[in-house]
């Protein structure tokens, strides 16, 4: 058993909830699903996510900028986009804007990405896109008021570390310098309209360029407020923006008709994901974001994707230990960090169909709360002062928290570790010292918890047999296993210090809430 000892009057820091600042989502034209709606608002009302992220808001399913048919005219239309952020604002949320991917009719050269073909070459000619995105931040403010707006931020596109001039079927079919360009365009266009907008970039995978992009806009006086950038965990291992990067080699045309060589190819790519986790260290994001806060030398720093990228094991303890880990170590580096994403209703390549698969979301595709929406809900009932000490030992973490509008003491424990490493269930004594309480008082006391046998609907799935299509039926079972569950009891004092025991599953997170009045 671990012993851990806690007093009340040490050392503590604002806790500020900067992974509720923003969720991801599926690509724009998702927004005006009535299903995606709902699903939204309920992660708005019980979580408290206060922005949203997406890609595609210029692509052409949202019929922003249109060739007319017969002349040489553009065709603008912000109805759609006015439909999704009008939404956004009925359910206190505000849009956090990237700026892409590219009109079909703006575009440089063919490229595009994902099931829905977003454009993601430069600009043809980089005056008519910044006459865009001047006349679109233009309409925004014209319809929303300044003050609302100046509350927003815009991002200039995603991840264009991932491509190159020569790509045809990433996010940017252009080079950094291309890029840089393109960044500078955009956001002197933003500014043109008002010069208190928030505009920053360069939104990379695996906290690429940020050194570049400072240097590069300091150098050339080109407008930026904010770094932003993106970690997974598998990230450095995948090789995910590194040039000539093996991991990424894709066979040639020729390769690809040779039987031999695909079969080789296919077997060496499979051994390789198979051991991908076991070189993935634990707690790698928050590492990186400290890399990310010192390259970004003063700017703020939002990590505008995050996510665990583990498949299956991200629906169920595995993503809930892992996003409760993460960002409690991450307090007080990056201001805020947006979680991609809240839902599984996710077309990249193509709507899935199961009800878990592995996919991004914190809910499934008919509304299931995975245990990762379970981890954000636990995070939201936190209060807002963390003692600045992490008692920690082994996989175990403990966070201590004061909730002052409830009276408590708030004890957070995370049995976490990286995926194909040893983890063991854990057992913790932990004992508070200080309290200005009698011996002889009774204290109330709570556990709330995520792990194998609560609030994990997966486990239930499994056990209908992995349907990929569920009833109604059947999707009912699931919402009644992903609820959590609350345990009452009394602890006494005992000469102003009180000791409780819990029990914490490999993967497990248990929060232990103490009413001190």
Not at 26 to 42: I, M, N, P, S, V
Not at 103 to 119: E, I, Q, W
Not at 245 to 274: C, I, V, Y
Not at 320 to 331: C, E, N, Q, R, Y
């Amino acid at each position: 058993m671990k012993q851990f000892q806690i007093n009340v009057d040490s050392a503590t820091k604002p806790l500020e909830k900067y992974w509720e600042l923003c969720v991801g989502s599926c690509h724009g034209a998702t927004a005006l699903r009535e299903d995606y709606r709902k699903q939204l608002e309920q992660c708005q009302r019980e979580i408290g996510f206060r922005y949203v992220r997406f890609h595609g808001l210029f692509d052409d399913d949202m019929s922003v900028l249109k060739q007319e048919p017969f002349g040489t005219g553009m065709k603008l239309s912000f109805t759609n986009i006015d439909s999704i952020f009008d939404f956004l604002l009925s359910i206190n949320m505000k849009p956090f804007i990237e700026l892409g991917f590219m009109p079909d009719c703006l575009k440089s050269k063919p490229a595009a990405v994902f099931h829905y073909k977003g454009n993601t070459a430069p600009p043809a000619d980089h005056g008519k896109w910044a006459w865009f995105i001047r006349t679109f931040v233009r309409h925004l403010i014209e319809r929303y008021g300044r003050i609302e707006v100046r509350q927003w931020f815009f991002e200039v596109w995603n991840e264009p570390n991932l491509g190159g001039p020569d790509s045809s079927d990433s996010f940017f079919a252009g080079s950094m310098e291309d890029y840089f360009k393109l960044y500078q365009v955009t956001a002197e266009a933003v500014k043109s309209e008002d010069q208190f907008l928030r505009v920053g970039g360069p939104a990379t995978s695996n906290n690429s360029w940020i050194p570049e992009m400072v240097k590069f806009c300091r150098e050339n006086q080109v407008p930026i407020d904010f770094i932003s950038t993106h970690h997974y965990p598998t990230d450095v291992v995948l090789g995910y923006g590194v040039e000539d990067s093996a991991n990424f080699g894709r066979p040639t045309p020729e390769q690809l008709e040779d039987p031999e060589f695909m079969k080789a190819f296919q077997e060496k790519l499979e051994a390789f994901h198979a051991h991908l986790w076991e070189r993935v260290d634990r707690g790698v994001v928050t590492q990186m974001t400290r890399k990310a806060v010192q390259e970004a030398d003063g700017l703020p720093v939002y990590y505008t994707e995050w996510n665990s990228l583990a498949g299956l094991p991200s629906d169920g303890p595995f993503g809930s230990s892992f996003i409760v880990k993460t960002v409690l170590d991450g307090v007080g580096l990056a201001k805020g960090y947006s979680y991609w994403t809240f839902s599984d209703i996710f077309e990249e390549n193509g709507m899935p169909s199961a009800e878990f698969h592995g996919g991004f979301g914190l809910l499934t595709l008919h509304g299931v709360p995975k245990a990762s929406y379970r981890a954000f809900q636990l995070l939201h009932t936190l209060g807002d002062t963390l003692y600045e000490e992490k008692l920690s030992e082994g996989t175990l973490d403990l966070y201590t928290v004061k909730h002052a509008a409830a009276g408590a003491l708030q004890l957070l424990a995370v049995n976490h570790h990286s995926l194909l490493h040893p983890i063991e269930e854990e057992e913790v004594q932990i004992t508070l010292k200080g309290l200005k309480i009698s011996a002889g008082a009774i204290l109330k006391a709570q556990v709330e918890r995520i792990d194998d046998t609560h609030a994990n609907a997966i486990a239930r799935w499994r056990e209908q047999g992995s349907p990929e299509y569920v009833t109604k039926a059947q999707l009912e079972e699931l919402k009644a296993a992903s609820e959590p569950e609350r345990e009452t009891f009394d602890i006494p004092v005992d000469q102003e210090k009180v000791s409780v025991s819990l029990k914490v599953p490999p993967m497990g997170v248990a929060l232990l809430t103490i009413f001190l009045t």
